[in-house]
């Protein structure tokens, strides 16, 4: 996409970048999980609420991607408690990145994590890392093309359902 925007979000992206979260993670999850877990997990765990107010949480960063005055994607980054595997090196979390279905496979993945990639370098962290659901495997291999490898496992719960996600990492010095 040659007009792709990348900007920072402000708080005033917050309803936006909730309700886009919450689109783009059904879009993602829904044919491959149960109407009871999918339902489960949206009104407890991945209220709009509370995804608002992480916008403006400490150690968050949201990026955004727009392109004709639509938003169609964005990243959550933050800092976090490295998980066991990583140890004590400076690293960033990609918790988030998605885009809207009709733009996966149009390069605005690539950029936001292109971008995600520069804002870890730019707060001086030598790993970049992420956890993806270990049957997501377009995710996976999009990772994995942007050089980010398996270090360990750990439990993400949807509902009822205890799922395994792999955690990744990128070295990125």
């Not at 339902?39 to 107010?53: G, H, I, P």
């Not at 990609?94 to 885009?99: E, K």
């Not at 990639?117 to 730019?122: G, H, N």
Request: charged fraction near 30%; glycine fraction near 6%.
């Amino acid at each position: 996409m040659n007009d792709l925007i990348i900007r920072f979000a402000t708080k005033q992206d917050a309803g936006l970048i909730a309700d886009l979260s919450r689109q783009t993670f059904y879009d993602t999850f829904a044919d491959r999980n149960t109407k009871e877990n999918m339902d489960k997990f949206m009104s407890e765990q991945f209220k709009r609420e509370n995804l608002m107010e992480e916008v403006a949480a400490a150690g968050n960063f949201f990026i955004i991607a727009e392109a004709n005055n639509e938003t169609i994607g964005y990243a959550r980054m933050r800092e976090n408690k490295n998980p066991d595997g990583l140890g004590d090196v400076a690293a960033i979390e990609i918790a988030r990145i998605y885009s809207i279905q009709r733009a996966i496979g149009k390069g605005v993945g690539s950029a936001l994590m292109k971008r995600c990639i520069e804002i870890a370098k730019d707060y001086d962290r030598r790993v970049i890392w992420l956890g993806v659901w270990e049957k997501n495997f377009k995710a996976i291999n999009f990772y994995e093309r942007w050089g980010f490898k398996k270090f360990a496992e750990h439990d993400f719960i949807l509902g009822n359902d205890v799922q395994t996600d792999w955690l990744m990492k990128k070295n990125l010095y």
